[in-house]
């Protein structure tokens, strides 16, 4: 009950201060979106035996097998529907076997079978839908979004599951605007969503109101999503493109953070009597932009984070030179690096680095 309740003022309190631009935009969509309801166990049945009859022409023993996957309720309705499409047609059966296993390789485009328009709508979507979950649960996000792309939430026997792979694999590539819509109509147009779905849609919300485009937390979520291409196996162009962006990112905010350094050292500067020269007995430095810290100071910070961010672009620069010993180091320097940010953000820098560790061992760099 307390659970619901927080659920409850949560979403109420997302929805009303960082969802009111999307609520808009879906009240100005196409007049066939409305509330979303999933169909009923029967209607799915019927549907898939429709299918299974016509599909599959089952003999005695098929046909009792497909009704022994019905009598499993305890199982949510969509894996049995997906299993009965396996059931009927080997090459479903296939498809949604390689998906679900994680020794078979992410794919790399969508299957022809769920692009063949001459298939019946039913059967197309609903495998689709059980296709795209099974790579979102492996994070193979582009592909699991790709293919719920290219359906609608009304075109399918679960809306709500829809929505929810949808908002995730958004979440997970970094659409904030795509996975906020997705977010708004599962909490808003679906009347009988899970409290599961509602819990982690709302959290998706939580987490969106906190981003910036070119924070350090941005850089860090980059750099999980290169950890999680480079966990499927995909280093090629794009996850390197990725790469040179966090590396590029990280100049950036160099530049920025020494052009803020410098206008405030000259301003200092201007203020200091005599030219900017500091009053006898002063500390050195007080006056002089170029004079050197006095050896008891400490810089760490002081420094508004210039010098953090400035090792963190070398570390990433630097990564494929480094002496082996140095780097079974560096994963606590990063620690120290990082240590203003969330434990999250942190951890994603550690993943980073542990990763291009990895590779670098596996590549002999």
């Known amino acids: 009950m307390k659970n619901r309740f927080w659920l409850s003022a949560l979403t109420a309190a997302l929805l009303g201060v960082t969802a009111v631009p999307m609520i808009q935009a879906q009240e100005r969509r196409p007049a066939n979106f409305g509330a979303l309801e999933t169909m009923s166990e029967e209607a799915v049945k019927a549907k898939a035996l429709a299918w299974f009859k016509t599909a ?38 296939k498809l949604l076997s390689e998906a679900r296993d994680v020794s078979v390789p992410a794919p790399t485009q969508v299957p022809a079978l769920l ?15 059980a296709y795209a979950r099974s790579l979102s649960n492996r994070r193979i996000h582009e592909e699991a979004l790709e293919v719920l792309r290219s359906v ?22 970094l659409l904030k605007s795509e996975a906020g819509k997705s977010v708004v109509r599962l909490l808003t147009d679906s009347a009988d969503s899970p409290e599961r779905y509602k819990t982690v849609g709302a959290l998706i919300l939580l987490d969106m109101q906190t981003w910036k485009e070119k924070d350090l937390a941005a850089i860090a ?9 480079l966990d499927l196996a995909r280093g090629g162009p794009e996850t390197q493109k990725m790469q040179k962006e966090i590396v590029a990112r990280l100049d950036e905010l160099i ?32 006056g002089d932009p170029n004079a050197p810290m006095p050896d008891s100071g400490l810089g760490g910070q002081s420094g508004k984070g210039t010098v953090d961010i ?41 993943e980073y680095f542990r990763r291009m560790a990895e590779r670098s061992v596996k590549s002999g760099d």
């Not at 692009?115 to 839908?129: S, V």
């Open 221 to 229: 979520r980059k750099m999980d999503n290169v950890e999680r291409r």
């Open 310 to 350: 400035a090792r963190l672009n070398k570390l990433a620069k630097g990564w494929g030179n480094m002496p082996e010993k140095e780097r079974a180091n560096v994963l606590q320097e990063v620690d120290d690096l990082t240590r203003g940010l969330s434990l999250t953000h942190r951890e994603q820098y550690r």
């Open 115 to 129: 692009k063949d328009a001459k298939l019946p709508a039913f059967y197309r979507a609903n495998l689709g839908l």
């Open 255 to 286: 530049k920025e953070l020494e052009n803020q350094a410098k206008n405030s050292s000259q301003a200092n500067a201007g203020s200091c009597p005599d030219g900017g020269q500091p009053k006898p007995g002063s500390s050195p430095g007080a």
């Open 152 to 173: 609608k939430a009304e075109d399918v026997v679960d809306p709500n599951a829809y929505l929810f792979h949808r908002a995730v694999s958004e979440h997970a590539l």
């Open 56 to 93: 599959a022409n089952p003999d005695a023993i098929k046909l009792q097998a497909f009704e022994n996957l019905w009598r499993a309720t305890d199982r949510p309705v969509l894996d049995r529907l997906a299993d009965s499409f396996a059931l009927g047609d080997a090459a479903a059966a």
